[in-house]
């Protein structure tokens, strides 16, 4: 059938709004896969493309048949030890202890400060890395524990299970000779001392 010039004329607009829509909806479609992957993209980030703060633990020890062998010595850090307490508390002894309670347990090491503060005693133990070797290190994210006793109580212990440090026990058992336990996840203590040029990579 012959088609009649106007109504030819009249055909071939209507079929343009239909590929307008059509070209409208596949620019949608790929707009929303882009925006699809992009965000899949940086949810699917693994853990190696997080940058990692370079370790910043300084050795002090090494364990040399159930011996510690300090590197550091002790008295090198009772000043150290004072600016952490950081409340007049003066540190007169600095030692490094193993924890562990029963030979099932891994053993953990500790750097442990004692102190007078105004006639009370004061402890502090911060956590140290123990490297394949043996070698022990300090680091900034080494958890702290400290022990305040109170008036009446004249030594605190610390108190562990397995291979952590739980709390503070006085050694008194008196009634009212109580010590405090306080935590932090991390500490300061080697911060700024510049005379410990031991800094390397915890071997792992």
Known sequence: MKVCAPLQALAKPAALPSLRYMLFFLLILGSA???????RDESEAGPEDIEEEPYDGKLLAQVVFDTVDYIVPTTELMQPFIREFGDGTVV?????????????DDPA??????????????SMALSLDVAADNSLYLSSK???????AAAGCGFCYFTFSGNQITGCECASRAPGNNCVHKVSQQNTLLKNVSSLDRTRNKKK
């Open 109 to 122: 090491y500790y750097l442990v400060g004692l102190g007078m503060q105004n006639g009370q005693f004061r």
């Open 33 to 39: 896969c882009t925006t699809r992957d992009a965000i």
């Open 142 to 148: 080494g958890s702290k524990h400290m022990c305040q």
């Open 92 to 104: 007169d002894k600095v030692m490094i202890r193993k924890v562990q309670e029963t030979k099932e």
